[in-house]
């Protein structure tokens, strides 16, 4: 148990070199909204112990298996997941549809990201897309993002003719023939298709080690959003390392976790300007943090120094959500249990978490 629990404070460990570390910094995002950065680290879990679900906050692993589902089937239009509950692409993909939405007259002209005007018609395109027949077709796809390469990575043969990639498919019968191969990879970074993605590729490389008897499997991430993203991460490829282990006859030992930029959101206007002023400061207070009692300390100082974030845009500042976590002691990883069939013939049924045991859900929206 203690071991189980270790391994869940390798993220706090992770989320507190963050705010601490002499080498993070505040930069701009990219998505607008200012980041405290970290680049380069790397965690590891032991299968072995639990299913690595994150217990310092409450997680949906329904989210997490429908995202991975539809990843191995190759799917692409956010479709499945909306009519599933599953929000997490839908924002990006109304951006990516947005500009040709608008020359069809679907939504207005000038939606500023983030207001009121562009919250409603992300709704309403939300909406259509579970309850209009035709509409997700048309405007529901995300471009060649992880399914796409994944499944249908496109290449050009010796003859110049294109022709599409199984990855996944590859990389388990690579696994059952020819298990120590240190060439059995699967990457989502395609060059040639960035521009025409909703979202370049985040977790774009995995590589596979095995013996013949047990799996390893280390994933490369470029940018990892610590409190919303990283989590969810973990459990996916935790997830798609038991599936793969079944299906190639091994048994799952380790998910490695390697990082580029690791970040937490800072807010957008005042709210962000204050951590660029004061980060420093930041840093000494969570140097100072040991116990839980001293989180709630640091917590209680930050939000009475924080000026308010923006109207309509609140709920990006994801810093004291993390030091609230900081201040909870997490508890003993629950089970997981996937059904031994073909990776895309499973379907939300065959998942089964048991012993799951977490604090309060902490929620936050995510900058897009």
């Known amino acids: 148990m ?66 991975l589902l ?7 239009n956010i479709k ?27 939504f207005n002209e000038g939606l500023v990201k983030y207001s009121s005007d562009w919250e409603k018609s992300l709704k309403e395109y939300g909406q259509r897309i579970k309850e209009e027949d035709g509409f997700a077709e048309r405007w529901g796809d995300a471009g060649p993002i992880y399914g796409s390469q994944w499944r249908h990575w496109r290449s050009v043969d010796e003859y110049g003719n294109i022709i599409e990639v199984d990855q996944l498919k590859d990389f388990i019968e690579t696994l059952q023939k020819k298990p120590s191969s240190k060439k059995n990879i699967v990457t989502a970074w395609n060059p040639g298709e960035l521009s025409r993605m909703a979202l370049e590729s985040c977790h774009l490389l995995y590589q596979a080690n095995s013996n013949g008897e047990m799996l390893d499997i280390q994933m490369y991430q470029r940018s990892c959003d610590q409190f919303l993203g990283v989590p969810f991460n973990i459990a996916s490829y935790a997830m798609l390392t038991q599936i793969i282990a079944q299906q190639a006859g091994l048994q799952a030992r380790r998910f490695v976790h390697t990082f580029g930029d690791s970040h937490f959101y800072c807010g957008a206007g005042e709210r ?8 420093d400061e930041l840093k000494d207070k969570v140097r100072g ?11 209680v100082d930050l939000m009475d120094k924080l000026p308010p974030e923006p109207e309509g845009e609140r709920g990006y500042d994801h810093v004291p959500a993390i030091i609230e976590q900081l201040s909870r002691t997490p508890y003993r990883l629950p089970k997981l249990e996937i059904a031994n069939k073909d990776f895309d013939k499973l379907t939300i049924d065959d998942f089964k978490l048991t012993d799951y045991d977490h604090h309060a859900p902490i929620r936050r929206k995510m900058a897009v």
């Open 2 to 67: 203690k071991k189980a629990r270790k391994m869940v404070r390798q993220y706090l460990d992770h989320c507190r070199e963050i705010l601490t570390s002499e080498y993070s910094l505040f930069k701009g995002g990219s998505k607008g909204v200012p980041i405290i950065s970290l680049f380069g680290y790397q965690n590891e879990y032991d299968l072995s112990e639990g299913f690595p679900l994150l217990t310092t906050k409450k997680m949906g692993i329904k989210t997490v298996a429908h995202e």
């Open 70 to 76: 539809w990843f191995m089937r190759g799917e692409t």
């Open 80 to 106: 499945y997941l909306v009519d599933n509950n599953v929000s997490i692409w839908t924002k990006d993909a109304f951006n990516h549809n947005l500009e040709s939405m608008v020359e069809e007259g679907i």
């Open 272 to 279: 962000g300007n204050w951590y660029r002023d004061n980060l």
């Open 289 to 299: 943090a040991i116990t839980p009692g001293d989180y709630r300390e640091v917590l």
